[in-house]
């Protein structure tokens, strides 16, 4: 039994050197241990990549509306088409939008600092470089007169005001004419607000019906964001919910592969890319029948979207749509109020049970607080008061544990020759003196599910993101800069082990007070605000153990 506990601490100890290892090959700029390709080699991959047109119906054929391949592609011209881009500017965001297909080619988020250089915002949308993140509307269908407008034709922004005005909103408008039809695109900005009003006027300039598609698409490379670790990891990647299927989370190797399985009909819903605390979705007007996708355009960089038929539009006709592009923080009661379930891209992963309640006691203790440092002190407290009884019962065995360790030093001594007697004799003292051996690893095991599902807390709530405590922890969603919180906690669980009935092996209990220092070290990459919770908890577990230890060490033996 004893060798099998020193094995798995050895197996724990391997896999903490091999973690190790591996945070520092990558805070290096060396390959992952865990990934496929270094950070040189993806950047050299996406520097490499082909056009990143969508892939076009075959030249002279009929796009058939609702296909999401068959969106068109527009003869190359001799001259390259004249480009602008656009920036319109609120209080909340900065958006550059190019005339060359009406593409949003770059976010930056004017209340978010980016995450490892804090003098800069945080960008979403962006093209060149390592990374792609655009968002594209168009057309598909042809006519005799030629494609109709998509994200690959000119468009003329309208003059206007590029920043807010009195009323609180701005608008640009942009026109396409092309294949006998003009295509209008209004995208509509509002103060405080993170959702982009995206409307699209299909006028029909020819003298014969037309059956336009209209496309929202989403595109993003397959890159994992630059911050990314083993112990920070996050998920990056096509989202989207319909009420027949609710909420689907993809993944761009399943694009790559050709396993990707999702909706692909539907009158509601949206369709997204979610990132590390951050989120952009495309919401069609809603009960308008849609087709959704996702592909591979070129390596490593994927799409998701929507085609939504507008139906036959008359000669001199013409036919509006109303989308919303929401591109902001996940903000849990923001998102709730723009479509059903958004909210849902905060993602608790599989603890998402404990996780949600954790969440709503802390909005709670914030509001009162003011500090997300002090709600997780506060939270820590509540919870150790929660489970007191639980985690009393286990000190209380532990504690028996330590009264009784000589007659256990004794009974190894004596049996030592013969293991089957030793364990027979071990077992009928624990049965006199009233000891449950698996009672000491309550007070851990109540609190495992609460620290998990408290990491995804931390990993996934924007409203902690950059959230101060005090002096030197400046984002709780951060590993301690200083490392004090990591040896604090190596102190504290140094102290818990003094407490804990002594190992009768000597090479085990030799492990068991290297283990506090080999954990400290881990702890050296989890957000601050995590550690901060355990430190809090082990402190108080400290206080409840040392108490109840006293009591049975004081009170007279047994014979």
Not at 267 to 289: E, L, M, R, T, Y
Request: aromatic share 10%; with cysteine; hydrophobic share 45%.
């Amino acid at each position: 039994m004893e060798l099998n506990k020193r094995t798995v601490l050895w197996i724990v100890f391997a896999i903490s050197l091999i973690v190790l290892w591996n945070n520092w090959m990558v805070a290096n700029g060396k390959q992952s241990l865990f990934s496929a390709a270094s950070p040189a080699a993806q950047v050299a991959q996406q520097q490499a990549k082909p056009n990143d047109v969508p892939a076009a119906a075959a030249a002279g054929s009929a796009a058939v509306p609702g296909t999401p391949g068959a969106i068109p592609v527009a003869p190359v011209a001799p001259v390259a088409p004249s480009t602008q881009r656009i920036t319109i500017t609120t209080d909340v965001v900065k958006v550059d939008i190019d005339t060359l297909g009406g593409v949003i080619k770059r976010l930056e988020l004017l209340k978010f600092a980016d995450d490892t250089d804090k003098t800069r915002n945080k960008v979403l949308f962006n093209v060149g470089g390592p990374n792609t993140y655009l968002g594209q509307t168009g057309l598909i269908g042809t006519t005799a007169a030629g494609v109709l407008p998509n994200h690959q034709t000119p468009f003329v922004a309208r003059p206007g005001a590029r920043s807010l005005d009195a009323s609180g909103t701005v608008q640009l408008v942009m026109d396409a004419e092309q294949g006998g039809v003009r295509l209008t695109k209004t995208f509509t900005f509002r103060k405080g607000d993170y959702t982009i009003g995206v409307r699209h006027d299909v006028t029909n300039l020819s003298t014969a019906p037309v059956q336009p598609s209209l496309y929202l698409q989403l595109q993003h490379d397959g890159n994992k964001p630059a911050n990314d670790s083993w112990f920070m990891s996050s998920y990056t990647g096509p989202t989207m919910y319909t009420e027949g299927e609710k909420y689907q989370k993809l993944l761009f190797e399943d694009i790559e592969d050709g396993s990707v399985q999702h909706a692909t009909k539907s009158n509601n819903g949206w369709v997204a890319i979610s990132q590390h605390f951050f989120v952009s979705a495309f919401i069609p007007a809603d009960k308008s029948q849609r087709d959704i996708f996702t592909k591979k355009i070129a390596t490593n960089l994927y799409a998701i979207g929507t085609v939504q038929p507008l139906g036959t539009v008359a000669p001199g006709a013409t036919v509006s749509t109303d989308s919303r592009l929401y591109s902001g923080p996940q903000d849990e009661k923001t998102l709730e109020t723009i479509a059903p379930g958004l909210e849902l891209v905060k993602d608790y992963g599989v603890l998402t049970i404990i996780a949600k309640p954790i969440f709503w006691v802390m909005d709670h203790l914030y509001s009162l607080l003011g500090n997300w440092g002090w709600t997780i002190v506060a939270l820590t407290v509540l919870i150790k008061l929660a489970f007191f009884p639980l985690s009393a019962a286990g000190y209380r065995s532990m504690a028996k544990m330590r009264v009784v360790t000589p007659k256990m030093q004794a009974i190894r001594e004596r049996y030592k020759a013969d293991p089957q007697k030793m364990q027979q004799a071990t077992m009928e003292l624990y049965k006199t003196e009233k000891i449950n051996p698996l009672g000491g690893c309550l007070p851990i095991l109540v609190q495992m599910p609460v620290f998990f599902a408290l990491y995804w807390v931390l990993q996934s709530s924007v409203e902690m993101r950059g959230a101060p405590w005090i002096l030197w922890i400046q984002d709780l969603t951060q590993p301690d800069p200083l490392y004090i919180l990591p040896v604090i906690y190596a102190v504290s669980m140094f102290i818990t082990t003094k407490l804990n009935p002594q190992p009768t092996d000597p090479v085990q209990a030799k492990m068991m007070l290297f283990m506090p220092l080999a954990f400290s070290v881990i702890f050296f990459f989890f957000p601050s605000g995590l550690v901060l919770y355990w430190v809090v908890n082990n402190i108080l577990s400290i206080a409840q153990q040392w108490v109840i230890t006293k009591k049975f060490e004081n009170a007279p033996a047994s014979k």
